[in-house]
T-cell receptor
Framework: AQSVTQLDSHVSVSEGTPVLLRCNYS??????LFWYVQHPNKGLQLLLK??????LVKGINGFEAEFKKSETSFHLTKPSAHMSDAAEYFC???????????????FGTGTRLTIIP | EAEVAQSPRYKITEKSQAVAFWCDPI?????LYWYRQILGQGPELLVQ????????DSQLPKDRFSAERLKGVDSTLKIQPAELGDSAMYLC???????????????FGPGTRLTVL
């Protein structure tokens, strides 16, 4: 069974400072990993995904994440926070169950990012 | 850019009433998902369709929830009767199966916010 643990439920940073949102995963297979962002009362938007290619993944809006198998981690970072980054962030693990196309996503509980002006 | 459409965006109902949500996936996406997101938590899968067939409804409370995708395109999720605990965001997502594993992601709609009074 796969699972995801987001280590912080709430992170606050000042505008212009780095962002670090932490995520650890558990998976029986080689997983795909994602970060999604959700702004208030909006759907989920894909930030980036890892699918066993390069371990450092670059996403939209200046975000990136590094897959570390030895640490089972997939932390999300951004060098300089912007006010528009304030949102809920979800780390997600995906497994195909052997039937091609039958993908199952397991979401973390989310990290709320607050940007201090 | 193609998007997943959902309606209504907001729905307020009284307990014991019936409610229905509609989802139109991105054109050509064979796989469709319904998720429920309780406030403060990550989304949880309710049901997955491949074309018009249900491939996973293990988490769907079948005594009151039903889902259909009759022509393999748009889909309807119904709750009858609604209960107070059903208050949540209901998200629809679609996915196109690619030729390589892990090359596709789920695209989410804006969701329907249900409030049961």
């Amino acid at each position: 069974a796969q699972s995801v643990t987001q280590l912080d439920s709430h992170v606050s940073v000042s505008e212009g400072t780095p962002v670090l949102l932490r995520c650890n995963y558990s998976s029986s297979y080689s997983p795909s990993l994602f970060w999604y962002v959700q702004h208030p009362n909006k759907g989920l938007q894909l930030l980036l995904k890892y699918t066993s290619a390069a371990t450092l993944v670059k996403g939209i809006n200046g975000f990136e994440a590094e897959f570390k198998k030895s640490e089972t981690s997939f932390h999300l970072t951004k060098p300089s926070a912007h006010m528009s980054d304030a949102a809920e962030y979800f780390c997600v693990v995906s497994e195909e169950d052997g039937n091609f196309g039958n993908e199952k996503l397991t979401f973390g509980t989310g990290t709320r990012l607050t940007i201090i002006p | 850019e193609a998007e997943v459409a959902q309606s209504p965006r907001y729905k307020i109902t009284e307990k014991s009433q019936a409610v229905a949500f509609w989802c139109d996936p991105i054109s050509g996406h064979a796989t469709l998902y319904w998720y429920r997101q309780i406030l403060g938590q990550g989304p949880e899968l309710l049901v997955q369709f491949q074309d018009e067939s249900v491939v996973d409804d293990s988490q769907l409370p079948k005594d009151r929830f039903s889902a259909e995708r009759l022509k393999g395109v748009d889909s309807t999720l119904k709750i009858q009767p609604a209960e107070l605990g059903d208050s949540a965001m209901y998200l629809c997502a679609s996915r196109q199966i690619g030729r390589e594993w892990g090359t596709d992601t789920q695209y989410f709609g804006p969701g329907t916010r249900l409030t049961v009074l």
